[in-house]
Structures are given as C-alpha cells and as structure tokens.
C-alpha cells in the first residue's frame, strides 16, 4: 500500500479492522495487481520481460482467495451492510482476464466490479481491448467500476463497451495545468469567439483555454458564457482576474478553476446519462469526438509564465532564508557583545567575594588564636 511515507506491507486483517471501524458504504476488495509500470524505467522503457504467465495466475488465485475470505468476514457482521467490489485482475494475459472476470462473477456476494487499467502499459487501443475483454464476462445488472480512463473520450468510448462508473482525475489535471473547461455533451457547445481563444492551444481551443496565457490578460469576460458554476456566475470572476491570480501565485486561482472543472464533468456525466435514456449516445458520442476532437498528449512541459512564477517564488524563498540567517548571525553577535561587560562584571563580582570571604576566615582563626590563653588561664584557676 502507498502512504504518504512511502509505501509499506497492508495485511487482509488490517484492511478487514479498518473496514469494521468504518463501515462504508463500499469498499474495494484485496487484489493482487500486478503493474506493468512496475518492470519500466522511467521515459517507458522495459526493465525486463512481462509477467510471465504462473506470475500472474498466481496473482488471479491470490485476488479469489482474499475476495472469498472477505466475504467470509462480511456475514453476520456488523458491517454485513458495506458493499464490496471485487477486483478483476490478469495483467496482459487475455485468458486470465477471462478466468478472473468469471470466477469473480460467480461469488454472488459481490456487489460491483472493479477494472483497474492504470497497471497496464500499452496503445489505448490496447488497453481498451484489454477492458473490453473483462467487461464482456461480467454480468451487466452489477456496476462495473474502471479506474484510470481520464480524458472525455477515453470514458465514452469506455462507456460504450460497458463500464459503469469511473474513478477519475481529470478535472483536477486541467486545474494544475491551469486550464478551464470549455467541453459539453449532447448540446451545441458555448464557443468562445476566436479573440478569446488561445492561440497556443489551436486544435483544443473549444475543449479548454490556459489561463496561463498572455492574451487573457484583459479579457473581462467568465470562463464560460452560461456557466452556472460559482466561479461563472454572475461574471463575478473574470478570466483576466483569473490569470492574473495565477501569476500572483494566489490560492484562490487554483479554487477557482476547480469548481469550474468539476462542475463541467459533473454536467458531462449527467448529459450522458441522459443520452442513455433517450438512446442517442451513440450518436452524440460521435459528435463530441468530431467537435472537440482528442486530448492531446501529456508532455510534462510546464508553460513558461508558470516557470517564470516558479522560478521568481523560489529566489524569494533563497533571499528570505539568507536574510533570516543574516539576521539570526547578527543577533548573535550583538548578544555576545552585550554579554561581554556582563561577563566581567560578574567575574569581578566574583573575585571581590572571594577575597572578602578569605579575609573573613582569617579574623575568625585569629579570633580563635587570641581566645585560647584566656581559655587556658580560667581552667588552670578552676579547683
């Protein structure tokens, strides 16, 4: 399991504990999945050859048997009400995606069914062919979770082969990038006039804009015209106020564009429910692709107003922690000065004392010396 100090070993009675302090409304059963980002490299070069085919089986055996051991432990419970979802696992391997998908389907305890595709490495096509052979082995009235299928089109076209619900970071992607959503489903999209489009984005320009871009620096207009969420409404926040929030490395820029992201996935997801309903999903899932076309690549590269803001935040922090050092040097000094009189005051104090106290030990020893013939006359007079 990975926490946020590194990743460490998670026993089935541990999970189990938790679950019964908790008692969720659902939860994700143990799995043994086995993650092609594991055997490469980064830059995606293979480390060594792919699980070979008893790696994997084992692995498919292993997710059966702490499945059923969960089930086991559900009966009777307390948390008998949590539902559990099962993990379909098998890697690369189409036969043990296969055997996974059905021997899972068989527990007629499982609630819902999980397919995790971020493990896998590979074409989209690929992966999706992967999740389609796990999909068409598992029973259609029990959800069917998919984690890792982000980007709007990857989810349509999941949707089509039968996935029922997604676990997804897409919005929060565009926000770190600094992008707003311009994208809609089922209904003929807001598109801004090409003034306001960026001209770094051409191709994507009706999908999302970056805030991150010079020319929305006087633009005084929402995000999205007819936007209902609480950074549009209203006009209340401006693409230019936006931008310059960025720039100014303000918190609330990143507030911002998120509310806008997630209310435009939000409003996505229940357009195609709605499109289900109404059987023209299939028909407005071609649309969407023919007008806004497809994601492109992530590269990693950083837009260049943001490495400027970077790069300025972080001299600022080398300054601040020089001028701090500075000053901690100079205080210290300025302490050692003011203790150094002190420090002679007390040693002269000292040394006073000391002598006072050797001068009083010898009046009292010549005190002594003076006492002692008188002592020595009143005894010898004695009877």
Known sequence: ???????????????????RAYEPD????????????DQTEEGGRPLGPEPGQKRVRKSVDRSLRWLDQILMDRQGKPWAGVSVFAHV?????????????????????????????????????????????????????????VYGMQTPEDVLRS???????????????????GKASLYSFGTSPTSPPSSLTSSNDRGTSKRWINLWD??????????????????CKGGRHTRAYINHLLKAHEMLATVLLMSHNVHQY??????????IEVGTFEEQSASFIETFGKEPEQTGVIHAAQVAVEVALSKRSRLNFNSENTAATDTAALAAEERGP??????????????????NKKEKRLGKLQQEPQLQQQKEQEP
């Open 214 to 231: 010079d020319e929305h620096a006087d633009k005084f207009v929402p995000l999205l015209e007819g936007c209902e969420c609480y950074a």
């Open 342 to 359: 002190q420090k002679d005051k007390m040693e002269e104090a000292k040394r006073t004392k000391e002598k006072e106290d050797l001068v």
């Open 159 to 177: 949707i089509s082969l039968g996935a029922d619900l997604f676990d997804t970071s897409y919005p929060s992607q565009l926000t770190e990038d």
């Open 266 to 275: 939000s409003k996505f997801f229940a357009s195609i429910r709605q499109s």
């Open 26 to 37: 659902i939860i994700a059963a143990f799995a043994d999945s086995i993650s092609d980002l």
């Open 89 to 145: 696992v098998g890697s690369h391997m189409e036969q043990e995606r296969i055997r996974s998908a059905q021997e899972t389907a068989k527990r007629q305890e499982v609630d819902g069914f999980v397919i995790d595709t971020l493990s896998l490495l590979g074409s989209k096509d690929e992966i999706l062919r992967l999740l389609k052979v796990s999909i068409d082995h598992l029973p259609t009235e029990k959800p069917r979770v």
């Open 1 to 19: 399991m990975t926490t946020h100090r590194g990743v460490r070993q998670l026993a089935l009675e541990e999970y189990l504990k938790v679950v």
